[in-house]
Nanobody
Framework: QVQLVESGGGLVQPGGSLRLSCAAS????????MGWYRQAPGKQRELVAV???????NYADSVKGRFTISRDNAKSTVYLQMNSLKPEDTAVYYC????????WGRGTQVTVSS
């Protein structure tokens, strides 16, 4: 079974940048759409970005032009580069894989505050 482990979260000032990583215990990118979701306290989990097995990407309107999802097949890792961060980006960010089954990481906290 595949496991997903997020890392890279932390505290950053508005306008700053972070890069989140999602390490998969084995390479699943050829058969799974990978995604990043986020959930703020008291709010529903929402989609941030996805990348398909073919490399097509899609983003929530709120992060277009600021966030970039990518992957490194050799490292079995998916990334979320987050630039120009805003306080409303504060949330726990979760890595997701959708294929035969849906898998979730445990999340990494991102806090954007001055």
């Amino acid at each position: 079974q595949v496991q997903l482990v997020e890392s890279g979260g932390g505290l950053v000032q508005p306008g700053g940048s972070l890069r989140l990583s999602c390490a998969a215990s084995r390479n699943i990118f050829s058969i799974n759409t990978m995604g990043w979701y986020r959930q703020a306290p008291g709010k529903q989990r929402e989609l941030v970005a996805v990348i398909t097995p073919g490399g097509t990407t899609n983003y929530a309107d709120s992060v277009k032009g600021r966030f970039t999802i990518s992957r490194d097949n050799a490292k079995s890792t998916v990334y979320l580069q987050m630039n120009s961060l805003k306080p409303e980006d504060t949330a726990v960010y979760y890595c997701n894989a959708r294929g035969v089954v849906t898998l979730w990481g445990r999340g990494t906290q991102v806090t954007v505050s001055s």
